[in-house]
């Protein structure tokens, strides 16, 4: 897994999702429409601009010029952040125990019964 200094600010994380959910190399017009349509965010074209430099300056993206148009490529994979973020929220919130965490999902009434077969399912095949 590869090292990140800190998470990513919510603006930031919501334009790698764009550009990790969609074919990549992605273009910045691409990733503005994305966003206007899926989101109720009115970002200009400068803001999403200043959040893609920020990107690339923390390693996340690429940056190259196709004709008039600057594309995107993602530099660290989905599963890559992901993991990175439950393994802080684990520690910081659930002192590294994944009971901890189970505990605190079982009490709160977010676990459906659905929920439950599946982690009974994913837990057999783990143990076999």
């Known amino acids: 897994m590869k090292r990140f200094e800190k998470k990513l ?27 206007d349509r899926q989101t109720d965010k009115n970002w200009t074209q400068q803001t999403l601009q ?5 990107l690339i300056s923390k390693g996340f993206l690429a940056k190259d010029k ?12 989905e599963h890559e952040y ?9 520690k910081k919130m659930h002192g590294n125990s994944v009971v901890s965490l189970m505990k ?7 676990i459906s019964e659905e929920d ?8 057999k095949e783990k143990r076999e």
């Open 9 to 35: 600010p919510d603006a930031e994380l919501e334009v790698m999702k764009v550009i990790w959910h969609n074919n990549s190399p992605i273009s910045t017009k691409e990733v503005k429409e994305i966003i």
């Open 50 to 54: 200043t959040l893609l430099n920020r």
């Open 66 to 77: 196709k004709g008039k148009e600057y594309i995107y490529t993602s530099l660290i994979e």
């Open 82 to 90: 992901v993991e990175y973020e439950n393994g802080q929220f684990l």
């Open 104 to 110: 605190s999902l079982f009490d709160s009434k977010k």
């Open 116 to 123: 439950i077969c599946e982690l009974e399912k994913m837990f």
